[in-house]
């Protein structure tokens, strides 16, 4: 695109052919959508994908708002149990569950709760995950027998948060330059541990202004260090994968 024309565009990791060249796009302006059959050169790409077959591996000359870096630990419970071990639940990694099936006592031993949780690395959506008593695991069978999982102890939030959510929930809070724009609470529903919204939780807006100032601190220490380690990184998945795309 020449650069006296701006707009927002949306293509896919099937059009990108390197070097920034993407072969077909949708241009959106006045309100509507409009198809580019052609090649065009980006100079910026938004990345809003869940998964790491965008950006490439190896540096092609085109900018990505999330760095590919940050991309890989959002994909990986693992690696960010070992940047943020210190406000997570102890964590195991256990690889295949035919590991913790063979292991099992000893890494039971290992969890100080009664109930566990199970989980693939790099699972989304809530999607494979094992909560409930030591016991009731050995019912458990995973969906893909190669998964590989981690292990941790359970985080029994049933009490809730005074004035914001009375039982079981998840926090969710979202910062952008540093500063908190939104915050969530997820409910699961009724019998169930799983509060992602795929699994059936009910997501209600809080006042940030509202949250414990013991989780605000928390808050203010994870941003910095994920601004200062990975270039003002922005990631959201959402349900139907796409970048914005920015020309000039």
């Not at 052609?38 to 190896?58: A, I, Y």
Request: hydrophobic residues 40%.
């Amino acid at each position: 695109m020449s650069k006296s024309r701006l707009g927002r565009l949306r293509g896919n990791k099937k059009t990108y052919k390197g070097n920034g060249v993407f072969n077909g796009v949708w241009l959106f302006t006045n309100g509507i959508f409009e198809r580019l059959k052609k090649e065009v050169k980006m100079d910026l790409v938004f990345d809003w994908v869940g998964d790491l077959e965008f950006p490439p591996k190896e540096f092609d000359g085109l900018r990505v708002v999330n760095t590919r870096k940050f991309k890989e630990l959002t994909c990986d419970k693992w690696a960010a149990y070992k940047i943020l071990e210190e406000y997570m639940p102890k964590t195991f990694w256990i690889g295949p569950s035919t590991s913790l099936r063979v292991n099992r006592e000893n890494l039971f031993d290992k969890i100080s709760t009664e109930n566990i949780v199970l989980k693939p690395y790099n699972g989304l959506r809530g999607k494979g995950i094992f909560i409930g008593s030591k016991e009731k695991f050995k019912e458990f069978k995973p969906e893909k027998e190669d998964t590989k999982f981690i292990l941790q102890e359970f985080v029994d939030t049933s009490n809730g948060i005074p004035g914001i959510t009375p039982g079981k929930h998840d926090l969710r809070v979202v910062v952008i330059n540093g500063e908190v724009v939104w915050c969530h609470a997820r409910v699961p529903a009724p019998g169930t541990f799983l509060a992602n919204a795929a699994q059936g939780g009910n997501l209600t807006e809080v006042d940030y202004e509202v949250v414990p100032e013991s989780v605000k601190n928390i808050v203010r220490i994870i941003s910095k260090k994920f601004y200062d380690e990975f270039d003002n990184p922005v990631f959201s998945i959402v349900q139907y994968p796409l970048w914005i795309l920015i020309a000039t």
